[in-house]
């Protein structure tokens, strides 16, 4: 024992009893504040870590879309507007057509012995019990102009919300090669076996088997053959010709594709669970699709205010706001008096736009930008025109601009973008006239130039829709019916315009 230690316990100790104790308690303390201090230095380096993580993971993610984009462009027939879209595919008569007729309970897609659809495909949409989505009657993948192995570039499966794959009869390398690819880039696939109505009438006539031996033969060999390729899809087999006749037979219109319980045992027994899939599989793609909306508004909202000032002459009012831009003679005036129904913006030769212009549409709040902020900015200098505090952005393009030097300017944010294609008149007459195609090919044509960009895009004429409407209040009114092709997608650009703008506002407060 030291001097000091025998000091303290003969002296100071019995002077004052509570000095041990006190200088125990001293060193408790700071012992505390030691591990605190390492327990926040231990949850900054997680934090630091989990960042990392996550960017990582964005930035991977970032990388798989552009390479998708890159190898596997989005088909210029594919949009999200607001309903998930499943593609129907398979080789060419196994009753891909006959399935959406079953499914719609009407019919809508012609069919026939050989193939009866070719791309763009027809789109049509369907009412599940908790879910509207759209279906693609894809072409069949075995046809001339359609090989197995370009048949997945050409059709775009990747980028749907969910494929199903119809085969019918045997198993067919084409369909074991459709799962496999499709599940290989987490793609939601279901595998329905068509035509059941033959398989069970061919099993009563030469082998005198029941219809339960054929559905479980017929079950059990594509197990096998799913097997091979490592695939767990599920299987429905059914009778889409039995499935639409029995949907016929019913006076009133059902509420959605599934059958009545005294119409879905027999031949269709598996249909309703098969409508079920479907359902389930869009619910659970709108959820993925809404977790990564949210997840990237809150990052937004995190670096909105550190990075980036809102403009002054933008309010703060919690109104969605959609930014209009584009260059010169992009028709950015004329869209925006052809949406309000009068004119509010004045256009002539050159720029007419040389300040923000604010204008209320209804629940939605219009800014047309000045030319300028894309001809004398970069993409990452937008920051100026208060792009990050926009809802969406609707990015005007007309067929006067070089497509890749154009779309150099496109902004860098995480908001909503939308591409409209203006001036389609102009674009769409001389092809018509020089080329012999329709409308709708050309302008099939003009989106497929911007398919690699991955945005929805839509091709519109806003002098088309004056004309067809008769005056340009009446097109504001949306009163008119616009029936002419090459107006075909003004109502659903505006319904998207204004779908993404208050979906945005509600994520981002």
């Known amino acids: 024992m030291g001097l000091w230690e025998e000091f303290e316990k003969a002296v100071l100790r019995p002077l004052d009893p509570f000095a041990h104790g006190r200088r125990q308690l001293c060193e408790a303390r700071e012992q505390q504040e030691r591990y605190a201090r390492e327990l926040a230095a231990a949850q900054a380096a997680l934090a630091a870590e989990v960042k990392a993580e996550k960017e990582k993971a964005r930035e991977n993610e970032k990388e798989r879309r552009r390479k998708l984009r890159e190898e596997y462009p989005c088909p210029p027939f594919l949009r999200y507007d607001g309903a998930e879209t499943f593609a129907v ?14 499914l719609l309970g009407q019919y809508v897609a012609e069919t026939g012995c050989f193939e009866t659809t070719e791309l763009p495909p027809k789109m049509f949409q369907a009412k599940l019990k908790g879910a509207s989505v759209q279906v693609a009657d894809m072409a069949g993948g075995d046809t001339d102009k359609y090989k197995s192995e370009a048949y997945f570039r050409e059709s775009g499966m990747r980028h749907f919300a969910s494929v199903v794959v119809v085969a019918a009869g045997k198993p067919v390398e084409l369909t074991l090669n459709t799962v496999r690819h499709l599940e290989k880039n987490d793609v939601p696939v279901t595998l329905v076996v068509n035509k059941m109505d033959d398989v ?28 091979e390729v490592e695939s767990k899809c599920p299987i429905f087999p059914i009778s ?22 005294q119409d879905s045992n027999s031949i269709n027994r598996y249909w309703n669970s098969f409508c079920e899939r479907l359902e389930e599989t869009a619910k659970a793609m709108a959820r993925v699709r809404q977790e990564m909306k949210e997840a990237v508004a809150a990052d937004h909202k995190k670096e909105q205010g550190k990075r980036f000032p809102r403009p002054p002459y933008l309010p703060d009012d919690g109104v969605p706001t959609i930014a209009i831009m584009g260059e010169f003679g992009d028709g950015k005036s004329t869209f925006v008096n052809t949406i309000l129904g009068k004119e509010v913006s004045t256009w002539r030769d050159g720029e007419t736009t040389v300040r923000p212009e604010i204008y209320e549409w209804e629940d939605v709040r219009l800014v047309l930008l000045p030319g300028e902020c894309i001809a004398n900015s970069k993409a990452e200098d937008y920051s100026r025109w208060g792009i990050h505090y926009y809802d ?29 294609l203006t001036k389609a008149d102009s674009m769409v007459k001389p092809q018509i006239v020089q080329r012999n195609l329709t409308t709708e090919e050309v302008m099939m044509e003009w989106r497929g130039k911007y398919s690699k960009y991955n945005l929805p895009t839509y091709c519109i004429s806003a002098v088309e829709v004056q004309e067809e409407c008769g005056s340009l209040q009446a097109a504001g009114s949306r009163k008119t019916a616009l029936n002419r092709p090459i107006n075909k997608d003004w109502i659903p650009l505006l319904q998207a315009m204004k779908r993404e703008a208050i979906s945005w506002r509600k994520l981002v407060g």
């Open 240 to 261: 889409a010709v039995d499935v639409f006749n029995a949907k016929r037979g019913h006076s009133s219109n059902l509420d959605d594709c599934s059958l009545p319980e």
């Open 89 to 102: 595919v398979g080789a060419s008569g196994v009753g891909k057509s006959s399935l959406i007729n079953a």
């Open 200 to 227: 069970v009438n061919g099993v009563f006539v030469t082998e005198g088997k029941s219809e339960e031996d054929a559905f479980a033969e017929t079950i059990t060999s594509y197990k096998e053959a799913l097997k």
């Open 392 to 420: 969406s952005v609707l990015y005007l393009r007309s067929g006067v601009h070089n497509i890749d030097t154009s779309m150099k300017h496109l902004p860098q944010t995480d908001i909503p973008i939308l591409m409209v």
